[in-house]
């Protein structure tokens, strides 16, 4: 099961480091904070950068909620783990799906991070046409676009709520 946890915004790799440290791996598979690929100018030069998908939030993926959670109250600085009460709730298979299509896990190249790759694409009128990417399907859900920032920010349902994320598209062309 998933499980979402709410922390201090800026502090997300801290806590997982912290959570690994603590030595409690055996009550969980895997602790990660999503992030996208995007492009940031730099003194002239497009650089490759990574962005949190969710700022505040960790995931945590375990079947064993009650006893992570008694082992993640002796790390300090842990705002609160959603659910209600001392009960922990598990994400929505929907919910799960949508974490999934954003940020698949990657091992080659990035160690295990939780990682939305880059999209590429073009506007056709004012329609987007997403051509590579984990964007691809889901045009739908872009609000709006900055081709000057290469960025796009996506509508989506997920922890309970609609969310606005940023996240990287290149319009390559316009027809």
Do not use: C
């Not at 969980?28 to 999503?34: G, I, K, S």
């Not at 506007?123 to 739908?140: A, N, R, Y």
């Amino acid at each position: 099961m998933w499980y979402v946890l709410q922390v201090p915004t800026g502090r997300e790799d801290r806590l997982i480091e912290e959570i690994r440290s603590y030595r409690i791996q055996e009550y969980f598979e895997e602790v990660f904070a999503p992030r996208s690929v995007r492009k940031k100018k730099y003194r002239g030069k497009w650089q490759i950068s990574e962005e949190l998908l969710f700022p505040g939030y960790l995931f945590v993926i375990s079947e064993n909620p009650e006893e992570l959670y008694q082992a993640l109250k002796r790390i300090p600085r842990m705002t609160r783990i959603l659910g209600t009460g001392e009960k922990w709730t598990a994400m929505t298979a929907n919910d799960i799906e949508t974490v999934r299509r954003l940020a698949a896990p990657h091992t080659s190249t990035h160690q295990g991070k939780w990682l939305m790759d880059f999209s590429e694409g073009y506007l056709k009128g004012d329609k987007i046409i997403v051509t590579e990417g984990p964007l691809q399907g889901m045009e739908s859900h872009i609000r709006r676009i900055d081709r000057h920032k290469r960025l796009a920010w996506l509508d989506i349902d997920v922890l309970g709520e609609s969310r606005e994320i940023a996240v990287g598209l290149e319009i390559i062309r316009k027809e």
